[in-house]
């Protein structure tokens, strides 16, 4: 292996060395507690920006309702672990995936017979359903309450009640389901889904089935959202129906948009200024949504290729002299 292939490997490993061992080496910095919840948070909607790019940023759907598949999870996650008398966290994830999925396939099997702005008011509609069942069905979802009292995932042995346990899972997660969507991306299926974002047309033309094309991505993205999912239900220990709102999906959105769509850094990297404003920035000052939404508006104008499209137009223009 060249030198040059090497250095994606070892900035992988470097991160992840990085992220993992974060509480133990920021142990004597004052707020490293604080630090290590936001960013656990960071990487929980990291994987929902992650999945929500694989249709905006790759297959090109831009969806309007992907926190309906976030909100399944979470609130499968937190039912499954009531329901069974179990903390297991095979049984928590497996429940969010498959009930995230199914919702999915479900939504999906009408959405993408629709493309463009008729596509996106559709999954709109659909995850207004979705809100609506969850705001409703107080004897299972606790309604406007909410699902309290979520209790945190146990794994062979292991106990993930402690923050920093649970900040591990989270990390471990966060770097399974970025490999899973590196793998997607570039292999021959996901190049399919970039040649049905750039020409849907000439891809049937070549063969190629297009509406199960995009209901497999639209699946896929469902499933990996509704993990995420499953992981705020045990962060937070609450789920309600503001985690299926379309505020939620609008997050999401922003921050695929900000970092870069169709890149694997850019919605992480979202997520982390999207979380950094929130949760941070708030802290300190009061309107600091008013600068979410000038910063959203700026890139939409001004960078619509993000934090990561700017960054590598830097580096070409470096380059070139």
């Known amino acids: 292996?060249?030198?040059?292939?090497?250095?994606?490997?070892?900035?992988?490993?470097?991160?992840?060395?990085?992220?993992?061992?974060?509480?133990?080496?920021s142990e004597g910095w004052?707020?490293?507690r604080f630090a290590t919840t936001v960013?656990?948070?960071i990487l929980i909607f990291a994987i929902l920006a992650?999945?929500?790019?694989?249709?905006?940023?790759?297959?090109?759907?831009?969806?309007?309702?992907?926190?309906?598949?976030?909100?399944?999870?979470?609130?499968?996650?937190?039912?499954?672990?009531q329901r069974f008398a179990t903390d297991d966290l095979l049984v928590g994830l497996a429940s969010a995936i498959a009930v995230a999925a199914l919702l999915a396939l479900l939504i999906g099997f009408f959405a993408v017979r629709a493309s463009g702005i008729f596509f996106l008011?559709?999954?709109?509609?659909?995850?207004?359903?979705?809100?609506?069942?969850?705001?409703q069905a107080t004897d299972l979802t606790g309604g406007s309450n909410g699902f309290a009292g979520v209790r945190r995932p146990t794994f062979l042995g292991w106990d993930f009640s402690a923050s920093?346990?649970?900040?591990?899972?989270?990390?471990?997660?966060?770097?399974?389901?970025?490999?899973?969507?590196?793998r997607v991306t570039n292999s021959t299926y996901g190049r399919a889904l970039s040649g049905l974002r750039e020409n849907e047309r000439r891809m049937r033309a070549l063969g190629y089935d297009t509406r199960a094309?995009?209901?497999?991505?639209?699946?896929?993205?469902?499933?990996?959202?509704?993990?995420?999912?499953?992981?705020?239900?045990?962060?937070?220990?609450?789920?309600?129906?503001?985690?299926?709102?379309?505020?939620?999906s609008i997050d999401a959105f922003v921050m695929v948009l900000i970092g870069g769509a169709g890149t694997l850094a850019g919605p992480v990297i979202g997520a982390g200024v999207v979380l950094y404003i929130d949760r941070v920035l708030s802290s300190a000052i009061g309107y600091s949504q008013t600068i979410l939404g000038v910063v959203f508006i700026l890139f939409v104008l001004l960078a619509r290729q993000g934090i990561v499209g700017l960054s590598r137009a830097a580096y070409a223009r470096a380059q070139r002299r």
């Open 1 to 25: 292996m060249t030198p040059a292939r090497l250095v994606r490997p070892a900035a992988f490993v470097a991160g992840a060395t990085f992220l993992y061992t974060f509480p133990q080496w």
């Open 30 to 32: 004052e707020p490293s």
């Open 39 to 41: 960013l656990r948070d």
């Open 50 to 81: 992650l999945s929500l790019d694989l249709l905006v940023g790759h297959a090109g759907l831009p969806s309007l309702g992907h926190a309906a598949f976030y909100g399944a999870g979470a609130y499968a996650a937190a039912i499954a672990g």
């Open 121 to 135: 008011m559709l999954s709109l509609a659909f995850a207004q359903l979705v809100y609506a069942a969850a705001f």
């Open 164 to 182: 920093t346990s649970l900040y591990s899972l989270t990390v471990v997660v966060f770097l399974v389901v970025l490999a899973i969507v590196w």
């Open 213 to 248: 094309l995009k209901l497999s991505a639209f699946v896929l993205a469902g499933a990996l959202a509704g993990v995420a999912g499953a992981l705020s239900a045990y962060a937070f220990r609450f789920v309600s129906p503001n985690d299926v709102a379309l505020g939620r």
